[in-house]
């Protein structure tokens, strides 16, 4: 190998270094806490929600983030500007608004969480898995 392309290749590890150093930390913090899948609310379950902490010691920024629960249309993406501070939980619901939880909500009319099994992803803006949740009945 010529000192040219090690040159190249000296430069693309320490980026790739940098790039692992500054992202992970961020994400590595946020984690999906709990899924509340079995809604008391007969037929809609509109109060099921998905909890996401941070357990990390710097706040998170979930702009653009992005929950799916399976399904193409059970999406949920987080508006901008949503910041996650350190120790701080937000729920979003099925279908209810809570502020005191961040007031976030699928807005779906039909359950979002399947009560015999399913899975919570949770993507951050540039789509990296950031955390998953499986659960089973
Ligand atoms: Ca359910």
Known sequence: MNDFLFGIFLMLV???VYSWLSTSPASAQVAIA??????KVKGSESD??????NNGSTPADLSGW???AGNVDQVFYFPARTILNPGD?????????????GGFSFAS??????????????YDAAGN?????????
């Open 14 to 16: 320490i980026l790739g």
């Open 34 to 39: 709990e899924i509340n899948y079995k809604g």
């Open 48 to 53: 099921e929600y998905i909890e996401i902490v």
């Open 66 to 68: 992005r929950i799916e």
């Open 89 to 101: 939980r937000i729920r979003v619901y099925t279908n209810e608004i809570h502020p005191e939880w």
């Open 109 to 122: 009319n039909q359950p979002i969480w399947n009560n015999k099994g399913d899975e919570g992803l949770l």
């Open 129 to 137: 898995l950031v955390a998953s949740q499986r659960y089973s009945s």
